[in-house]
């Protein structure tokens, strides 16, 4: 664990542009997180105001407040984590104000957008004379320290499932986390490869974040990555977070990870109610049918389960769309959020017991 930090997510926490800053309140291996800043949403349980139980992290206005209750708690806050997720990850005028003050402050930052803070001179200069480190996730490693395909993902005979999804924003990281505990308590060892800044910042001790790497240079990073995963840990699963999605206008991601990562299995993270790419109006998605006819035609391998993001419904809502798409494709469809993932592991198991019996000989 990397220190105690306060999450920077002013004016989009609940929204698809704070992403980050809820994959951090529900999940993260690295930090302890002491406290949200949104004034937006000051007084509010960070958690409660995703998934509707509270865990004790709360929303605050400033970091003033935040400084003094982390200091009240028992746990001085040492890092200041940028939340936000803007569509082009640019950093926002007021948010660079913020990262100057936390600076002033002591605190650490760390970031994952396209605007590096080891790039602004000020930011630089300020940093050093208050003894603290900037540290820019997104920012590409030396190209001598990259690698190309080379076919070594031939080697692992670990049940690679890729959790790809119909949008950007859909949910695809949550879900892939849901599924690797899932994986865990039923007996499966599973490592999580993440692709994107969140994912990085939650602890996957596997990650590649490919929307910054130069394009020759993605496959053989994907490659590398899950291979690694095998080669250290020898799961029984991997499991591969999505990025974007095959068919959404500004973010067609995926296409890197059927074809390098060479998933056994596509998981397809859905949500019912949106009828628009995410950040996009005027372009709607694609039909659920026609999505997974191109992930299968593209991979030549199945989609095995859909898991449904709930947002804009509720109870017997969640439900019927569940219903409804298991009717009109014919694939299982889980909310995963709400319901756990054990269901969808029961739909993993004959696959995972395949590749069981592959390493046994039988």
């Given at each position: 664990?990397?220190?105690?930090?306060?999450?920077?997510?002013?004016?989009?926490?609940?929204?698809?542009?704070?992403?980050?800053?809820?994959?951090?309140?529900?999940?993260?291996?690295?930090?302890?997180?002491?406290?949200?800043?949104?004034?937006s949403?000051?007084?509010?349980?960070?958690?409660d105001a995703?998934d509707?139980?509270?865990?004790?992290?709360?929303?605050?206005?400033?970091?003033?407040e935040a400084?003094?209750?982390?200091?009240?708690?028992?746990?001085?806050?040492?890092?200041?984590?940028?939340?936000?997720?803007p569509?082009g990850g640019r950093?926002?005028?007021?948010?660079r104000a913020?990262?100057?003050?936390?600076?002033?402050a002591?605190?650490?930052?760390?970031?994952?957008?396209?605007?590096?803070?080891?790039?602004?001179?000020?930011?630089?200069?300020l940093?050093?004379?208050?003894?603290?480190?900037?540290?820019?996730?997104?920012?590409?490693?030396?190209?001598s320290?990259?690698?190309?395909?080379?076919?070594?993902?031939?080697?692992?005979?670990?049940?690679?499932?890729a959790?790809?999804?119909?949008?950007?924003?859909?949910?695809?990281?949550?879900?892939?986390?849901?599924?690797?505990?899932?994986?865990?308590?039923?007996?499966y060892?599973?490592?999580?490869?993440?692709?994107?800044?969140?994912?990085?910042?939650?602890?996957?001790?596997?990650?590649?974040?490919?929307?910054s790497?130069v394009?020759?240079?993605?496959?053989?990073?994907?490659?590398?990555?899950?291979?690694?995963?095998?080669?250290?840990?020898?799961?029984?699963?991997?499991?591969?977070?999505?990025?974007?999605?095959?068919?959404?206008?500004?973010?067609?991601g995926?296409?890197?990870?059927?074809?390098?990562?060479?998933?056994?299995?596509?998981?397809?993270?859905?949500?019912?109610?949106?009828?628009?790419?995410?950040?996009?109006?005027?372009?709607?998605?694609?039909?659920?049918p026609?999505?997974?006819?191109?992930?299968?035609?593209?991979?030549?391998?199945?989609?095995?389960?859909?898991?449904?993001?709930?947002?804009?419904?509720?109870?017997?809502?969640?439900?019927?769309?569940c219903?409804?798409?298991?009717?009109?494709?014919?694939v299982?469809?889980?909310d995963?959020?709400?319901?756990?993932?054990?269901?969808l592991?029961?739909v993993?198991?004959?696959?995972?017991?395949?590749?069981?019996?592959?390493?046994?000989?039988?």
């Open positions: 664990m990397d220190g105690n930090a306060i999450v920077y997510c002013e004016a989009a926490y609940g929204t698809p542009n704070g992403k980050t800053a809820h994959g951090l309140v529900r999940k993260t291996k690295r930090y302890r997180v002491l406290s949200v800043l949104d004034s949403l000051a007084g509010r349980d960070a958690r995703l509707g139980h509270a865990e004790g992290i709360p929303i605050l206005a400033t970091l003033e400084l003094a209750a982390a200091e009240q708690a028992g746990h001085p806050a040492t890092h200041f984590v940028i939340g936000l997720a569509d950093l926002p005028a007021a948010g913020a990262v100057a003050e936390a600076i002033r002591g605190l650490h930052v760390d970031a994952g957008l396209h605007d590096f803070l080891t790039e602004d001179s000020e930011l630089v200069a940093a050093a004379e208050h003894g603290v480190t900037l540290r820019d996730v997104r920012k590409p490693p030396p190209r320290e990259l690698h190309f395909f080379s076919g070594k993902i031939e080697e692992v005979d670990s049940l690679k499932i959790m790809l999804g119909t949008d950007s924003a859909v949910g695809k990281r949550t879900s892939a986390w849901l599924v690797v505990d899932a994986l865990e308590a039923a007996g060892p599973a490592e999580m490869v993440g692709t994107g800044q969140t994912a990085w910042m939650q602890g996957a001790r596997f990650s590649v974040i490919t929307d790497l394009s020759d240079f993605v496959s053989g990073e994907l490659e590398h990555a899950v291979w690694s995963a095998w080669k250290e840990a020898k799961p029984a699963a991997i499991v591969v977070e999505g990025q974007g999605s095959l068919m959404n206008p500004g973010y067609p995926g296409f890197e990870i059927l074809a390098a990562a060479r998933p056994d299995v596509v998981v397809l993270q859905h949500a019912p109610a949106r009828k628009e790419y995410d950040g996009f109006p005027g372009y709607p998605i694609h039909p659920l026609q999505q997974i006819e191109v992930v299968e035609l593209l991979s030549g391998k199945p989609v095995v389960a859909i898991t449904v993001n709930h947002e804009g419904l509720e109870g017997q809502e969640i439900d019927d769309a219903r409804e798409i298991t009717e009109t494709t014919g299982a469809a889980f995963v959020l709400r319901d756990g993932a054990e269901g592991v029961g993993l198991t004959p696959h995972l017991d395949r590749v069981a019996g592959r390493r046994h000989g039988d």
